[in-house]
């Protein structure tokens, strides 16, 4: 079993919808939980990160962590077409080797106008 | 521009060749890795270098081998032994030095095909 489990997808919505993309761990340990955005034949860039349980809201992107479930979300409001691409969850645990995350196989988005 | 610069975008190998791919950063970062991206799959960790001069295997080395002489680079050499190379490569950068919160930061790709 994968210590990362992404919903695979893909997912298809028309613009202007709330997509929800979600992640699931199975090492208590991690502590830091990150959010990339990959367009497609791109390198992926960060798009937040969160520290621990809680929610984090940056425009119209929120990352959510419960920890005590061991499951994130990344929610995206009024999706616009901009926001077709795949999306990367990862995490880490605190102070271990320094940046080495563990990554979900991503889910595909595709926003239709 | 700060940032991580990754070449070549596209190369072509031949069964039985070696080659290297680029890796630069002028973040001034002291974490580098390198990341393996097949269709449909998430990243998986090749190798990857918290200083100079030293480096790990990640959860495939096999077939590849790294250098690490300066702060800057990161070369990777995908050797004849690696079986199915074709894949995208990714290198990223980190500040290190067991920060809290070591995000990373990825350079553009190199799309290798074994011809």
């Known amino acids: 079993q994968k210590e990362v489990e992404q919903d695979p997808g893909p997912l298809s919505v028309p613009e202007g919808a709330i997509v929800s993309l979600n992640c699931t761990y199975s090492?208590?340990?991690?502590?830091?939980f990150m959010w990339y955005r990959q367009y497609s034949r791109k390198g992926p860039e960060l798009l937040m990160y969160?520290?621990?349980?809680g929610n984090k809201e940056d425009g119209r992107f929120t990352a959510q962590v419960d920890k005590s479930s061991k499951y994130i979300s990344l929610f995206i409001r009024d999706s616009q077409p901009s926001d077709s691409a795949t999306y990367l969850c990862?995490?880490?645990?605190?102070?271990?080797?320094?940046?080495?995350?563990?990554f979900g196989d991503g889910t595909t988005l595709t926003v239709k106008p | 521009d700060g940032g991580i610069t990754q070449s070549p975008k596209y190369l072509f190998r031949k069964e039985g060749q070696n080659v290297t791919l680029s890796c630069e950063q002028n973040?001034?970062?002291?974490?580098m890795y390198w990341y393996r991206q097949d269709p449909g799959q998430g990243l998986r960790l090749i190798y990857y270098s918290q200083i100079v001069n030293d480096f790990q295997k990640g959860d495939i080395a096999e077939g590849y081998s790294v250098s690490r002489e300066k702060k800057e680079s990161f070369p990777l050499t995908v050797t004849s032994a690696q079986k199915n190379p074709t894949a995208f490569y990714l290198c990223?950068?980190?500040?290190?030095?067991?920060?809290?919160?070591?995000?990373?930061?990825f350079g553009p790709g190199t799309r290798l095909t074994v011809l």
């Open positions: 990862a995490m880490s645990a605190y102070n271990t080797n320094a940046g080495k995350s563990t």
């Open positions: 969160t520290y621990s349980s």
């Open positions: 090492n208590s340990a991690f502590q830091y």
């Open positions: 973040l001034n970062h002291d974490a």
């Open positions: 990223a950068s980190s500040i290190g030095r067991r920060t809290s919160t070591d995000t990373q930061y």
